[in-house]
T-cell receptor
Framework: AQTVTQSQPEMSVQEAETVTLSCTYD???????LFWYKQPPSRQMILVIR??????QNATENRFSVNFQKAAKSFSLKISDSQLGDTAMYFC?????????????FGTGTRLQVTL | DTEVTQTPKHLVMGMTNKKSLKCEQH?????MYWYKQKAKKPPELMFV???????INESVPSRFSPECPNSSLLNLHLHALQPEDSALYLC??????????????FGSGTRLTVV
């Protein structure tokens, strides 16, 4: 079974600064997908960024980028120019494609607080 | 339409009640999911429907009964729940087989309280 570990329960960053959230995972699969989801107080899970395991190039979405280290099974999220609206719970997630439906497994989450 | 809509947003029910949660999407997604999320915890998978057929049941107690009447609609029927079943219930959908890169689209959840 796959496991996803987020070792930072809480983090704080000042507005406009950069912060990195860590994530490691354990799998014996070679083909999989990794995601970062954001869950603000509104409760809805919002997809932030995604990475295909067979692509070596790190994904980037505006202020969000990842550092994907496949051999180390590490998938960290970097948020640049942090904004107050980035305050949320961030979940790292692993997806192992199956025959008919995917299965998304979440880490324990990191609560990020952006301060003035 | 790029949303997953869940109703109701809040639900309080007694342990002898029967209620249903509803989830709807019109994005043409062919896989739909129910997750349960306790406070300050990650979502935990309950059920997966793929092409309107139940494909994964994560050993969920029978007091939770899922139903997928068509490709756009997913229900979760609740009966004889326990107070420990109080949680946020999230519905999600995805394109389905062969389209995993896009992940899931989640609804904003139903906050369930069992009294």
């Amino acid at each position: 079974a796959q496991t996803v570990t987020q070792s930072q329960p809480e983090m704080s960053v000042q507005e406009a600064e950069t912060v990195t959230l860590s994530c490691t995972y354990d799998t014996s699969e070679n083909n999989y997908y990794l995601f970062w989801y954001k869950q603000p107080p509104s409760r809805q899970m919002i997809l932030v960024i995604r990475q295909e395991a067979y692509k070596q190039q790190n994904a980037t979405e505006n202020r969000f980028s990842v550092n994907f280290q496949k051999a180390a099974k590490s998938f960290s999220l970097k948020i640049s120019d942090s904004q107050l609206g980035d305050t949320a719970m961030y979940f790292c997630a692993f997806m192992n494609p199956t025959g008919t439906a995917s299965k998304l497994t979440f880490g324990t989450g990191t609560r990020l607080q952006v301060t003035l | 339409d790029t949303e997953v809509t869940q109703t109701p947003k809040h639900l309080v029910m007694g342990m002898t009640n029967k209620k249903s949660l509803k989830c709807e999407q019109h994005m043409g997604h062919r896989a739909m999911y129910w997750y349960k999320q306790k406070a300050k915890k990650p979502p935990e998978l309950m059920f997966v429907y793929s092409y309107e057929k139940l494909s994964i049941n994560e050993s969920v107690p029978s007091r939770f009964s899922p139903e997928c009447p068509n490709s756009s609609l997913l229900n979760l029927h609740l009966h004889a729940l326990q107070p420990e079943d109080s949680a946020l219930y999230l519905c999600a959908s995805s394109l389905g087989q062969g389209n995993f890169l896009y992940g899931y689209t989640f609804g904003s959840g139903t906050r369930l309280t069992v009294v």
